[in-house]
């Protein structure tokens, strides 16, 4: 399962959004009735995970210290602010009023794959974000440092 590309979509007047075809297979398996796991994103977007990956995250935040406060202020962050989220018989998921209101989403979404995760972005800030002042090259230089080099 790897989540990649990006799409512009329309949210109805009830919140919902029909995901891209290839990104809601890899979220919701086959059948596309698995739920997504949606919470708060770390720019202003929100993060669709799928299952497994969510398990896995949960696994790793209950792993945290409950004595550091830090730690305990992610958590309610993280798993405080999220949803189990079920498609509809029409495969549309709902956006959480909560959630869309944190991240400006009103009546369209940009759907961006991030390889493990979706993010749902109101389109005006994603290209605030991304006409940021960042050299894309010294990044990826800086973040790929210590990646496993490619294979041959």
Do not use: H
Request: charged content about 30%; overall charge negative.
């Amino acid at each position: 399962m790897y989540l990649q590309g990006r799409s512009q979509n329309a949210v109805d007047d009830k919140g919902r959004v029909l995901l891209p075809v290839k990104m809601r297979r890899a979220l919701m398996g086959d059948d596309e009735r698995d739920p997504v796991y949606m919470t708060r994103g770390f720019e202003d977007c929100l993060a669709v995970y799928p299952r497994k990956r969510w398990d896995d995250l949960q696994a790793m935040i209950s792993a945290l210290n409950p004595f550091d406060p830090r730690a305990r202020a992610f958590t309610r962050l993280f798993v405080g602010d999220s949803e189990e989220v079920f498609p509809d018989g029409q495969k549309r998921v709902k956006l959480p009023a909560f959630l869309r209101e944190m991240a400006g989403i009103e009546d369209k979404v940009l759907v961006v794959g991030t390889g493990d995760r979706i993010e749902l972005w109101n389109p005006e800030r994603y290209e605030a974000k991304l006409n940021e002042e960042i050299d894309y090259s010294s990044l990826a230089s800086e973040v790929m440092v210590g990646a496993p080099p490619l294979a041959a």
